[in-house]
């Protein structure tokens, strides 16, 4: 089985950017497609990004499409969260996620979740 750990998350203006990364232990990386996932207070967590097992394919949620870019360097057991043009509606606890599948579709279907990484965008 493979563990994940997030990290990168911080407070940020409105704008601004920043890079979350979650490093895998246990297993290979490359074994598995990897998404973010994001949950603000009171809301349900809901789908941010995800990439396929050797990184040529990816897909994003609307909301975040154009600003986000989702990565991975298997070498190094990492996939990583681009964030560029922050808004306040992008505060919230972010996820990354395991699945043995691509297009992973339903959340079920992510096998492993990491702790979680705290964002929160300042206006």
């Known amino acids: 089985q493979v563990q994940l750990v997030e990290s990168g998350g911080g407070l940020v203006q409105a704008g601004g950017s920043l890079t979350l990364s979650c490093a895998a232990s246990?297993?290979?990386?490359?074994?598995?497609?990897m998404g973010w996932f994001r949950q603000a207070p009171g809301k349900e967590r809901e789908f941010v990004a995800v990439?396929?097992?050797?990184?040529?394919?990816?897909n994003y949620a609307d909301s975040v499409k154009g600003r986000f870019t989702i990565s991975r360097d298997n070498a190094k057991n990492t996939v990583y969260l681009r964030m560029d043009s922050l808004k306040p509606e992008d505060t919230a606890d972010y996820y990354c996620?395991?699945?043995?599948?691509?297009?992973?579709?339903?959340?079920?279907?992510?096998?492993?979740w990491g702790q979680g990484t705290q964002v929160t965008v300042s206006s």
């Open positions: 996620a395991a699945s043995r599948y691509y297009p992973p579709g339903h959340v079920s279907n992510y096998d492993v």
């Open positions: 246990g297993r290979t990386l490359s074994n598995y497609a």
């Open positions: 990439v396929s097992r050797m990184g040529s394919r990816s």
